[in-house]
């Protein structure tokens, strides 16, 4: 029988056991008959009798998390030229330091004040619906179809982002860089050995020139962009970070190459025992290589700053089906025109926004309103585009479309919002705008007292102690006291389930003066579930509930589920029942020992003449108040009772709150639910201000309000309908149970969805700051101090010149210092 193979990727895998599920369920599928997984790449190789379509495989695994995807493969040079500059045309840079405010740029290049790389805004249109085929990517077409060559069909194309390229080439250069350094700094510190048996190979001299040639790769390849933006930050006067690795690294690097070039003019003062001048090859690739790691870093935080667009793209779906002269096609998202009817079957994603023309169903809307119970929709209702469609068939008519529509809004919402973010202004790029100006002005002073009133010859010591100046006061540690403190923060936040991006959100944790927070799934578990269930006739609750989950056992419906979810946690027996009927929007009957019972809302009870007494209206009416949904059970032509379900508040959540406004936040909850239930909940978490019937913009808006009065803003939720007020504020707090759009919105992501992990942000925030604030300190200290000595001030009393060995010592204790202080943070309590 003949066969074909095809290769795959599947993410998501992490163990063997996930791997034998994975070809487990593969293998389920009768046209499937070998599969073949690497655990560590995710490569799969499927052998099939026939081809299967993407989807099809993608549905073997819809039950878990992973996901399967065509290999890709690197396209022919002229072809990948073809669609990288189709990607780029139209794309927007702009600076990540804001320099000249929301300023953006036609071409990617380099920032005009500090010379950083410029970075391309988030897209929110499609690849311009450009489609390729999985097993042959040299094919690319403008529209659907099939592949010419084996017949698949053709997948959207994705390109590589301008980010992700950008942080590949930065690591390209960071290993080069790496791997010149190390021998570089292995044969300088080896001077501290006694009898260094390296000198018995080669002399010192030669030594010197082995770590000259070393450097090269390292200052004019791999770092070269450093001396490029300080030359950039002289000219415009913007003193910075890069002005002082520049000046300090370059003039190491200078001196050094010269003294190799003319030891003679170098005054003994400056030798070892042996006559060999000291050089400073070692500094200058140990400062450039650490700032690289630094910038390699940011560049792999900023190579997912699009990443929240990208997933709200994923939410509208690729075709769509149009009914044409009574015809059904499928159709390209790009084509649907204004007025066109489309079907939407059981499960799929709306398309457009619309209204609905024929049919009925039930619509999950909690992307928009982040509200978990689905909507009932029936003729003439809104639906909109990314929303999914329940059990039930409908026809729509597209109304809105392209960047009409609520999603594409949304998506625009998170791309202005993630590009307009103030940015924080790094504390030492502050310390520079002082200190190296000072230390520029000291070198100078240097020269010229040294020039005029220095020993002979008067120009060498002139220049050897304003360079000795310069090197002194070019701290190693600078480049660590920021990094060091973040990765022990990071990593400890990381053990307290408390995800954190940047450096960035860490700085602004500690100064956030108002909280905004979503309700469901943030303040809440996200789900409804059951409070309890309200008899009023001779059966009991427990009996209660066996019928009422026994009918709605074989119901769809979240709030079915939770009376069944319900019944089970209680060990309850489930009822055999007959002519079981699903009624849009009013819920289900069905028949039960010959007893017909009716499960659903007032206006089932009212269609079938089910007439509520006194007593449970009040009763319910009580509940309802409360923002609860009560769905009503009659038996036999009678209402006996009525189930109460919520959403649950979450355990730890009154708690949380309770502890940030004993920090002087101003905590606000903001929710798409309506103003009865945000009042309860409000109430029972002791909140004053609340807000209901909330959109994304109103969300979005009310952070605009907030930070134009000058405050710092957190934003705290779950859902779709959050991602834009999420980019927007100074810093977005996602939960980990929410969805991938929120987390990619965010800055911080608290694995366990609870809100006691922004007590302990706040916490760790506040030790980090303090703790860089000290790692300064002792960046700074030793060559500060040291200043004074290099430029020569012990001379005329002590005869003493700073020796290169001393000024070796200095960069050594700073960074030591550093890393100690650094480490402390692991074993700080950041819970209270």
């Known amino acids: 029988m003949k066969t074909m193979k095809h290769s795959y990727r599947v993410s998501g895998m992490t163990c063997n056991g996930c791997k ?64 990288e500059t189709k990607a780029l045309k139209g794309t927007k840079f702009y600076c990540r330091m804001h320099c000249e405010g929301d300023k953006t740029y036609a071409k990617p290049g380099n920032c005009p004040v500090c010379g950083m790389d410029l970075i391309p805004e988030a897209n929110s249109t499609s690849q311009e619906g450009q489609f390729t085929c999985p097993m042959h990517p040299e094919i690319i077409k403008d529209e659907m179809g099939s592949c010419p060559k084996c017949g698949m069909d053709l997948v959207p194309l994705q390109n590589e982002s301008a980010e992700e390229k950008q942080y590949k080439a930065l690591l390209k250069k960071f290993w080069v860089a790496a791997g010149f350094t190390l021998p570089i700094f292995l044969i300088a510190m080896s001077e501290m050995i006694p009898n260094n048996p390296i000198y018995q190979w080669l002399s010192p001299k030669y030594w010197n020139w082995v770590q000259f040639v070393l450097s090269i790769p390292v200052v004019f390849y791999a770092t070269w962009m450093f001396f490029q933006r300080a030359y950039s930050s002289i ?78 793209l994923k939410l509208a779906p690729n075709t769509a089906v149009r009914i044409s002269s009574g015809k059904e096609e499928e159709i390209s998202i790009d084509e649907i025109k204004v007025g066109d009817l489309l079907r939407v079957k059981p499960g799929d994603k709306i398309p457009v926004d619309g209204k609905i023309t024929e049919g009925e169903s039930s619509v999950d809307e909690s992307m928009i309103t982040g509200e978990p119970i689905p909507v009932d929709k029936q003729v003439d209702d809104k639906v909109t585009s990314g929303t999914i469609n329940g059990n039930q068939s409908f026809v729509m008519q597209a109304e809105k479309i392209g960047s009409d529509t609520l999603l594409s809004q949304i998506i625009h919402m998170v791309n202005d919002a993630s590009r307009s973010r103030a940015p924080i202004q790094k504390l030492a790029d502050k310390i520079s705008s002082y200190f190296v100006p000072a230390v520029i002005l000291s070198a100078i002073i240097t020269f010229f007292v040294w020039y005029i009133y220095g020993p002979s010859p008067q120009l060498a010591f002139a220049f050897v102690n304003a360079i000795a100046v310069l090197i002194i006061a070019c701290p190693c540690a600078l480049g660590l006291a920021t990094p060091m403190s973040v990765m022990v923060g990071v990593g400890k936040g990381a053990q307290e389930g408390v995800l954190i991006k940047n450096a960035e959100s860490l700085e602004k944790m500690n100064q956030v003066e108002v909280l905004i927070i979503d309700k469901t799934g943030t303040v809440t578990e996200g789900k409804p579930s059951v409070e309890k269930v309200h008899s009023f006739s001779s059966f009991s609750e427990d009996e209660l509930t066996s019928l009422i989950a026994s009918v709605n056992k074989q119901s769809e419906h979240p709030l079915a589920k939770a009376t069944v979810k319900y019944a ?53 009416q009580k509940e309802k108040s409360k923002g609860k949904t009560v769905p009503y059970i009659a038996i036999a032509n009678k209402v006996v009772g009525f189930v109460v379900i919520s959403d649950a508040i979450k355990k730890s959540s009154a708690k949380a709150i309770k502890q940030l406004q004993n920090k002087g936040i101003s905590v606000i909850m903001m929710t798409g639910d309506n ?66 759009v929120a987390i990619e919105s965010s800055e911080i992501t608290l694995v366990k969805g609870d809100l006691h992990g922004i007590v302990k942000a706040r916490n760790l925030s506040h030790l980090v700051m303090r703790n860089i604030k000290q790692n300064l300190f002792f960046a700074l200290i030793y060559n500060t101090l040291g200043i004074p000595v290099a430029s020569g001030l012990l001379y005329p009393v002590f005869g003493i010149l700073l020796s290169p060995m001393i000024a070796a010592l200095a960069m050594s204790f700073s960074s030591v210092s550093v890393i100690a202080n650094a480490l402390r943070l692991r074993s700080q309590n950041i819970n209270n």
């Open 20 to 83: 034998d599920h994975v070809t487990k369920s593969l293998l389920s599928h009768p046209q499937i008959k070998e599969v073949q997984i690497d655990l560590s790449s995710g490569k799969s190789t499927i052998t099939m009798l026939q081809h299967l379509h993407l989807n099809e495989l993608q549905d073997l695994l819809k039950d878990s998390n992973y996901s399967i995807h065509a290999l890709d493969e690197e396209l022919p040079s002229k072809a990948h030229q073809n669609k």
């Open 235 to 312: 000219r415009r006067m913007n003193l910075n970070m890069f002005t002082l690795i520049g000046i300090g690294s370059g003039a190491a690097w200078i001196f050094s190459f010269g003294a190799l070039l003319f030891p003679s003019v170098i005054p003994e003062d400056f030798k070892s025992e042996g006559g060999t001048v000291h050089v400073y090859f070692e500094a200058a690739t140990v400062i450039l290589t650490l700032v690289l790691l630094g910038q390699l870093l940011e560049a792999k935080a900023h190579s997912k700053t699009n990443n929240a667009v990208k997933e709200l």
């Open 568 to 620: 089970e946690g209680k060990n309850l027996p489930f009822k055999e029942l007959q002519n079981f009927e699903a009624i849009t929007g009013k819920g289900v009957k069905a028949t039960i020992d010959e007893q017909t019972v009716w499960v659903g809302n007032e206006k089932l009870m009212s269609d079938n003449q089910l007439a509520l007494s006194e007593e449970i209206k009040t009763a319910s």
């Open 675 to 740: 103003k009865f239930t945000a009042k309860a909940v409000a109430e029972t978490l002791g909140l004053e201000n609340f807000e209901a019937d909330c959109l994304p913009e109103d969300k979005l808006n009310k952070v605009k309000t907030l930070q134009a009065e000058g405050k710092i803003v957190a934003m705290a939720g779950d859902g779709i309908n959050d991602a834009p007020a999420l980019a927007l504020s100074d810093i977005g707090i996602s939960m980990g149970t929410g969805t991938d």
